[in-house]
């Protein structure tokens, strides 16, 4: 099991940006090297269910979801055990906690958007808040 812990989140207009963090730490990574984890976002909007932000494997591929396709960038620091999420021209719809989730999965496998939702080491969240 690894440890996730994001920070970044905040209070922004609309048009603005935002970097979210996640690092990782833990048993987990005795076992596996954190380049070796599927690692992603997703988020929990108000009222509605959560929803997959984007996903990155272990070789670096990466996937979005339509609604931020264009717009957020995931990355991997894979020397710092850090995970990354860029989020540019932020809309008042993008206003969710948004949580990092790992996972060891087949090398190489695709990861969808959505894959994150069922990954089973999640963090506590970080709040983001877009106002128009």
């Known amino acids: 099991q690894v440890t996730l812990v994001e920070s970044g989140g905040g209070s922004v207009q609309a048009g603005g940006s935002l970097t979210l963090s996640c690092a990782a730490s833990g048993q987990g990574l005795s076992g596996h090297s954190f380049s070796r984890y599927f690692m992603g976002w997703f988020r929990q909007l108000p009222g509605k269910q959560r929803e997959g932000v984007a996903c990155?494997?272990?070789?670096?591929?990466?996937s979005y979801a339509d609604s931020v396709k264009g717009r957020f960038t995931i990355s991997k620091d894979n020397a710092k055990n850090t995970l990354y999420l860029q989020m540019n021209s932020l809309k008042p719809e993008d206003t969710a906690m948004y949580y990092c989730?790992?996972?060891?999965?087949?090398?190489?496998?695709?990861?969808?958007?959505?894959?994150?939702?069922?990954?089973?080491?999640r963090g506590q969240g970080t709040q983001v808040t877009v106002s128009s």
């Open positions: 990155i494997n272990d070789g670096g591929r990466t």
């Open positions: 989730a790992a996972s060891v999965v087949s090398s190489g496998w695709f990861c969808t958007p959505s894959a994150p939702l069922g990954f089973g080491d």
